[in-house]
């Protein structure tokens, strides 16, 4: 009974994420991303709920899966109150344009103070996110299977995690142009060139790879181009299932299916928020998923965004691209692209204390 609660409650949640990325504040706030991902990952495990139920009842198992459910049980209940939240801001703010709301929820719920609970709020979904995928990938262990009812859901292909708002990009002219001069470049002895971004969370890794992604020329360059959002490690058959749409027990039947759908064009594939294992094989998982891509056209790219050393320097076939932290200056003019949107002053905030407090 509890894990039939359960199940609805992930089934609330989805709902509940599905119509709040859809909220244009959630693009303003740098979250959409976030929660597509946490969508994703939520969508994975209610797959599997109903399952676990049952073999919940094997007495050898019983134990074990008893505590992994307890984990997600409370995981979840950790979900429902912070989109609660986050459902009550998005109708405050709402209601910001209408009459008769006090100064100090106007100065409350100002654009500067709006940028600052973005960033709050995207470390929590983050952290949520993160928390979620351990779960997940414990779940691995008991081999629950994906319910019929829930096949469909899982089989969605996302060939790209772009809305049609660009993200703001600021101070990283450097970092654009060496991504897409390396996709640009068919001066590579290899057929397929990796190149991995690197860097700590919330430093902007998906965001220029998102640039490169839907570049003009990069677009025309590649007669194929294909993102998939990993957000765990190096899975062959989640990824191959990334990217063709469809799963198979068989590796080699996955592969087929993706050599017809590339057709030996020459093409780029995006493998975001890839992370390292704790069993220290990462090398040979990558060696044999590698081994899995088509190798016909030559000038095809492959393009990582990891915050592991470890994932860049397996995958990578040229130098990693570090991604740094924005200077003070930079990322302050982030901040006012954001929180003051071209047409919009910034008369009635004392920029300088502000800037201070950030």
């Known amino acids: ?23 244009e504040v959630a693009l303003w706030w740098g979250l ?8 994703d990952t939520v969508t994975r495990i209610k797959a599997v709920i109903q399952d676990a139920e049952v073999k ?21 209940y950790d979900a429902e ?4 939240d986050f459902s009550t801001q998005v109708l405050r703010k709402q209601l910001m344009s209408g009459n008769g709301v006090s100064r100090e929820v106007r100065v409350f719920f100002s654009r500067s103070n709006q940028f600052v609970y973005g960033l709050r709020m995207g470390h929590r979904v983050e ?34 995690t772009t809305s049609s708002e660009p993200e703001v990009i600021v101070g990283r002219d450097g970092d654009k ?35 490169a992604f839907n570049d003009d020329q990069v677009k025309s360059h590649f007669a194929v181009k294909h993102w998939v959002c ?30 017809k759908k590339f057709e030996k064009k020459k093409y780029l594939l995006v493998l975001d928020d890839v992370w390292d294992g704790e069993d220290g094989s990462d090398g040979e998982k990558w060696d044999s998923l590698k081994e899995l891509f088509p190798r016909d056209a030559v000038g095809s790219k492959i393009v990582v965004t990891t915050r592991s050393h470890v994932i860049a320097k397996f995958t990578s076939t040229v130098a990693p691209h570090v991604l740094e932290g924005l200077s003070i200056d930079k990322s302050w003019e982030l901040f006012r692209r954001k929180a003051f949107p ?17």
């Open 1 to 23: 009974m509890a894990e039939v609660v359960l199940f609805h409650i992930t089934e609330e949640i989805l709902n509940k994420l599905g119509s709040l990325s859809a909220q």
């Open 32 to 39: 959409k991303d976030q929660l597509r991902k946490l969508n």
């Open 56 to 76: 919940a009842q094997n007495k050898r198992q019983n134990h074990q899966i008893e505590d992994w459910l307890k984990k997600l049980r409370e995981a979840v």
């Open 81 to 84: 109150d912070l989109l609660e």
């Open 127 to 160: 952290a949520l996110r993160e928390r979620l995928n351990d779960i997940e990938t414990d779940s691995k262990r008991f081999n629950f299977e994906v319910h019929e009812s829930e096949r469909y859901s899982l089989t969605t292909v996302r060939e790209q």
């Open 177 to 211: 142009a060496v991504i897409r001069s390396f996709l640009l470049d068919s001066n590579y002895k290899e057929n397929v060139s990796v190149i991995s971004i690197i860097g700590m969370g919330g430093l902007g890794k998906t965001t220029l790879a998102q640039y």
């Open 230 to 259: 990993v957000s765990g490690g190096l899975d062959a058959r989640k990824i191959l299932k990334g990217v063709v749409g469809k799963d198979d027990d068989q590796l080699e039947s996955m592969k087929n299916e993706l050599e």
């Open 342 to 358: 071209q047409g919009q002053d910034s008369d009635h905030v004392d920029e300088k204390n502000l800037e201070k407090k950030l």
